[in-house]
């Protein structure tokens, strides 16, 4: 009986050297969007929503040889039923005109259509499909039915359009077709990658999802990032997924969930993510004071609660194997929505002091100090300044992405 034991463990470990792996495919999330519930000013207009068609252009970041789409339901409270989706090369972020050539329909289990639960993500079949680094996407969906209550994101910073009696292949949206600057039931598009490739997500509010920035433009310090790294590092795919949320804090829900309660939607499940870039915390100090005064043990116990979350968030990412890059967060005195005062610098200050201090994060961008103003730091400087003293501007966002050390990613 021992020597057939030793048989047997010597057939099992030479099987399992020998034989390959059922699936060795690798995917990395290239593009993403954090899901939230689609209020009632940002909704989709619900009769063109039901049988309607919805072309969305994003910019992708890196690239591969084959793509998935992952649609999502997550605020839904029925299942949301589309007929159709196609991918195509598209002509220009600023426009509905794709390349009809390039047009390819998408399945779902092998089908067409899709029923996707309340509360779920689908994903794609995978499809051959080369999708270039920094190229920009059009995904057109096609309804039967979609849940009174939609998901999306708001903040796109992109066109999209929706209308009525359209084929998914289009060349390009007709005329009468609404123009809608929000995202909807997107949620990402993976592409399949080698062994050296890895995904960045930017957890953030809206100086991430880039508030300030250029309609169409891709002009956000995340896309302004995934430029300099396709630049320095070409033969290493290196996707940069944009999770950011206009108005999202640390500690409460706010626009979105908090970033603790979206962190493993997010961040964690994300595909192939080894990287996470955290710049939170402007709105939790903002609005501790914008309705109301707050005490000094409050100024203290919001300054407590900030460094707390964002240990929670290194903890939960190192348990994952993902390293954690934490940004300091920026100057907003002026801001004329925030109002803030000596105290809520204090309490900035004091939390950038924690972020930049060693043993924290494993790795740090200082974005305060790179787009302060040197003679008045608690403000920023005004060639970055959008006007409302709260969001950068363009050059802003530039010269954020340019302040991280790329050397962190190798």
């Not at 690798?26 to 049988?51: C, K």
């Not at 891709?218 to 990032?225: E, T, Y």
């Not at 309660?261 to 939170?280: F, I, K, W």
Request: hydrophobic share 40%; with cysteine; proline share 6%.
């Amino acid at each position: 009986m021992k020597n057939l034991g030793v048989c047997l463990l010597l057939v099992a470990s030479a099987t399992s050297a020998t034989a390959a792996p059922r699936n060795s495919e690798q995917w990395i999330g290239s593009w993403a969007s954090s899901q939230m519930a689609a209020e009632q000013d940002s909704a989709a207009p619900g009769d063109l929503i039901r049988g309607g068609t919805l072309r969305q252009i994003v910019h992708l970041s890196a690239g591969g040889p084959r793509i998935r789409v992952r649609v999502s339901n997550a605020f839904g409270t029925a299942p949301l039923h589309l007929i159709s989706l196609h991918v195509a090369h598209a002509q220009s972020p600023a426009s509905s005109r794709i390349d009809a050539s390039s047009d390819v329909a998408v399945t779902f289990d092998q089908r067409a259509d899709v029923f996707i639960p309340a509360g779920a993500e689908y994903t794609s079949d995978p499809i051959n499909y080369p999708a270039a680094p920094l190229s920009d996407l059009a995904v057109t969906m096609q309804f039967e039915a979609a849940p009174e209550h939609q998901t999306g994101h708001p903040g796109s910073r992109a066109t999209s359009y929706l209308g009525s009696g359209v084929a998914p292949s289009v060349a390009e949206m007709p005329a009468g077709t609404q123009s809608i600057e929000h995202w909807y039931f997107l949620s990402g598009v993976d592409v399949n990658v080698d062994t050296k490739a890895a995904a960045i997500v930017t957890l953030g509010d809206s100086i991430t999802d880039g508030h300030g920035a250029t309609t169409n433009g891709n002009d956000r310090w995340p896309d302004v990032l995934a430029a300099r790294l396709q630049r320095a590092m070409p033969k290493r795919a290196l996707g940069v997924l944009n999770e950011g949320i206009g108005g999202n804090r640390l500690l409460l829900d706010g626009t979105g969930p908090n970033a603790l309660a979206r962190l493993y939607r997010d961040v964690l499940s994300q595909n192939g993510v080894r990287y996470v870039m955290v710049l939170e915390g402007i709105n939790d100090i903002g609005n501790l004071t914008r309705t109301q005064t707050a005490t000094a043990a409050q100024h203290a116990q919001l300054v407590h609660s900030l460094i707390g979350a964002y240990q929670q968030i290194i903890l939960r990412a190192h348990a994952h194997g993902i390293k954690v890059m934490g940004a300091t967060i920026t100057p907003f005195v002026g801001s004329g929505f925030y109002h803030p005062d000596a105290a809520n610098e204090s309490d900035r200050t004091q939390v950038n002091t924690w972020i930049r201090a060693a043993g924290h994060f494993d790795a740090v961008v200082d974005f305060d100090k790179t787009i302060a103003d040197p003679a008045h730091p608690e403000r920023m400087l005004p060639d970055y300044d959008s006007g409302d003293h709260l969001h950068p501007s363009p050059a802003g966002y530039q010269a954020m992405a340019n302040a991280i050390q790329l050397s962190f990613f190798e």
